[in-house]
């Protein structure tokens, strides 16, 4: 299904009967990504989930997205389709649009499930900021020793070398988005958040450590963390019945 928010053109299922749920995906992901939960959860919920601006089915932004931009779509998508009090479930960079939409916005929300959730801006260890150090250098020499094609393709060249996955897997202005949001912390906005909130992680997550979980544990007043043993950034996928038998449990409690 399509709707059309602020002039981007929005994919999104809709699925079940019962008590509203919304899966929200993490950054470079579809809705696509939670078929397993919904096929399972719509037995017995109402579920909804969307492509955010940019990725799946969706619409690209033609502007430089922040995260509280991303929460707005999802603020929208409720009201156009008159969602009221859901419980929000969001992995990786979904859970940081669920804490902007709670912590910025007047929306109603009954509970939230956040798995291995993005938010917490990590400080960069000895070793990061070396690797960081070293591609300025870099990046100065060639933009001081090459001009034209040459300085594009060398500057091209090491920003796959020095860049992350997803940086370098983004196209366009998405690159520019990705940078905002991942120097966007959200720690302080984790005590704002009131309402029963589950945590769902990987023991050897490594791409939002186990550490970040136990710091919003401790932040977020009502809160619980469930750590699943030998699982990394994707729970849902690798545990998947571990993971729906503690979400159902949670969402039925």
């Not at 809709?14 to 919904?38: D, Q, R, T």
């Not at 859901?86 to 990786?92: D, E, F, V």
């Not at 902007?100 to 070793?127: H, M, P, Q, W, Y």
Request: hydrophobic share 35%; proline share 2%; charged share 25%.
């Amino acid at each position: 299904m399509q709707m059309t928010i602020d002039n981007l053109n929005i994919s999104y299922i809709n699925k079940g009967k019962g008590k509203n749920v919304i899966l929200i995906p993490g950054w470079n992901a579809s809705y696509k990504y939670f078929n397993n939960l919904i096929n399972e959860l719509s037995k017995s919920y109402n579920i909804y989930s969307l492509d955010l601006p940019g990725f799946g089915e969706s619409s690209t932004p033609t502007s430089v997205f922040t995260t509280h931009d991303y929460a707005l779509i999802i603020y929208k998508f409720m009201q156009k389709l008159n969602i009221t009090n859901p419980t929000l479930i969001g992995h990786s960079f979904g859970g940081k649009t669920i804490i902007d939409l709670i912590t910025t916005t007047d929306i109603e929300v009954k509970s939230a499930i956040l798995i291995d959730s993005s938010g917490i801006k990590r400080k960069k260890n000895f070793f990061a900021k070396m690797k960081n150090y070293r591609y300025k250098i870099l990046k100065k020499m060639i933009t001081s020793l090459y001009k034209g094609e040459k300085q594009e393709y060398l500057l091209d060249d090491l920003k796959k070398q020095y860049g992350s996955k997803d940086y370098n897997e983004a196209k366009g202005i998405m690159k520019d988005i990705l940078i905002q949001i991942v120097n966007e912390d959200y720690t302080n906005n984790l005590s704002q958040i009131k309402i029963p909130t589950l945590l769902i992680w990987g023991e050897y997550d490594q791409d939002t450590k186990i550490e970040e979980a136990k710091i919003m544990e401790e932040k977020i007043k009502n809160s619980g963390l469930v750590i699943i043993k030998k699982a990394h950034h994707f729970p849902f996928i690798t545990n998947f019945k571990e993971c729906l038998l503690i979400i159902d449990n949670f969402l039925q409690n």
